[in-house]
């Protein structure tokens, strides 16, 4: 059965770097998208962007532009966050879009992240001086 | 970034039924057919329910479905089981943000 399996947890300091990492088993990430979204404690979640390899289309939320940086190989994604504050401070999620049909692109070259089918363990980050 | 609106907690009693509501704009909801349902146990993964509004995933129980009317989405659970408990998100393709979450509903099984 296909799972995605995260990167262990980090503790990092304010106006570092982290990168964590998701690992496809069962399959490789070749026909699929990947997103990333974190949930801060008594929060919701958030997507931050995501990535659709076989399209070579990366797509970042407008509030993590500039700072975050989504890449993927053929059985690995990984996520970059810099210039960490307190407040991004969180568990952070990979999982899979299903492009399955291309239901997860158009024409017009938009591109659909919702369909999340598959989800990561989740990596706790901590950002604390 | 703006969020969908869900309302904080809903409650009910075995075998009944609830609605979630998640309520968007014409920006979103109201304009695409790309919307998705969560469900976060504690501690666990969040899992799909739906997705494109009405689309149950293969293994998701037929006692979950999905609707949309105008700009808001709608989840329904019927014969309520102790796990269905926890927390419920929707979300959708957004123009210029591409996706939003809602705040998320939090369900307990009375």
């Known amino acids: 059965q296909d799972q995605l399996v995260q990167s262990g947890a980090e503790v990092k300091k304010p106006g570092s770097s982290v990168k964590v990492s998701c690992t496809a088993f069962?399959?490789?990430?070749?026909?699929?998208?990947i997103s990333w979204v974190r949930q801060a404690p008594e929060q919701g979640l958030e997507w931050m962007g995501g990535?659709?390899?076989?399209?070579?289309a990366t797509e970042y939320a407008q509030k993590f532009r500039g700072r975050v940086t989504i890449t993927t190989d053929e059985s690995t994604a990984s996520m970059e966050l810099r210039r960490l504050t307190s407040e991004d401070t969180a568990v952070y999620y990979c999982?899979?879009?299903?492009?399955?049909?291309?239901?997860?692109?158009?024409?017009?070259?938009?591109?659909?992240?919702?369909?999340?089918?598959?989800w990561g363990q989740g990596t706790t980050v901590t950002v604390s001086s | 970034q703006s969020a969908l609106i869900q309302y904080g907690s809903v409650s009910g009693s075995p075998g009944q039924s609830v609605t979630i509501s998640c309520a968007g704009s014409s920006s979103d909801v109201g304009s695409y057919n790309f919307v998705s349902w969560f469900h976060l146990h504690p501690g666990k993964a969040p899992k799909l329910l739906i997705h494109d509004v009405d689309q149950r995933p293969s293994g998701v129980p037929d006692r979950f479905s999905g609707s949309k009317s105008g700009d808001t989405a709608f989840l329904t659970i019927s014969a309520l089981h102790p796990d269905d408990e926890g927390d419920y998100y929707c979300c959708s393709y957004a123009d210029i943000y591409n996706l939003v979450f809602g705040r998320g509903t939090r369900l307990t099984v009375l």
């Open positions: 999982a899979r879009v299903d492009c399955r049909g291309g239901s997860c692109y158009s024409a017009k070259n938009f591109y659909y992240f919702h369909n999340m089918d598959v």
């Open positions: 069962g399959g490789t990430l070749s026909s699929h998208g």
């Open positions: 990535i659709i390899p076989f399209l070579g």
